[in-house]
């Protein structure tokens, strides 16, 4: 019973970690602006997300059954510590703590570049507002230089080409 809880473990890290593949090439994408790439890898994230939870299911019903058998009845969300609790063989132990690990750290990496991948897009949409404003604003000429004795916003003292008398 123990190696079908190292096995669900074992094989949510594994998706994890294809998250992480993913999450990286959503980072060359953003960085280089192939929108239909992104929206490639966004679907395929969508898919292991789902595949996660239901390996994730998979594995809290794996877990509770191990409880029982062990004489730990109606425990709904079993940790990895109620595990440990009632484990007793060395070797399962430091299997299910080998697995563990690895889920652990792929969380965490994938953290990591989610966080980034969010950080690159809000700075590209940023960058695409401050584009926009710039050409949709009406130019602002208060960083420009002026003579002080010189009237702003009087159109009869513009010089130009074209003369209105003539």
């Known amino acids: 019973m123990v190696s079908q809880v190292v096995k669900a473990i074992d094989q949510l890290a594994e998706v ?3 998250l992480i593949q993913t999450g990286l090439a959503k980072k060359q994408a953003i960085l280089s602006k192939e929108l239909d790439e992104l929206m ?3 679907r395929i994230e969508s898919k292991l997300s789902r595949e996660i939870t239901e390996m994730d299911q998979e594995r809290s019903l794996v877990s509770r ?6 004489g730990v009845k109606n425990r709904f969300n079993v940790t990895y510590r109620n595990l440990m609790g009632v484990i007793h063989d060395p070797e399962e132990r430091t299997e299910l703590q080998r697995v563990h690990e690895r889920l652990e750290r ?9 966080d980034l991948n969010q950080t690159l897009l809000q700075q590209s949409l940023d960058f695409i507002a401050f584009t ?4 949709l604003n009406p130019e602002d000429e208060s960083y420009t230089y002026k003579h002080p004795a010189s009237p702003t916003g009087d159109p009869k003292n513009k010089s130009g080409l074209y003369n209105t008398r003539a």
């Not at 059954?65 to 062990?70: E, G, H, I, R």
């Not at 792929?106 to 989610?114: D, E, F, P, S, T």
């Open 16 to 18: 994890h970690e294809q």
């Open 40 to 42: 490639r890898l966004m």
């Open 65 to 70: 059954k191990l409880m029982m058998d062990k």
């Open 106 to 114: 792929a969380i965490v990496q994938l953290k990591q570049v989610n």
């Open 132 to 135: 926009i404003d710039l050409y």
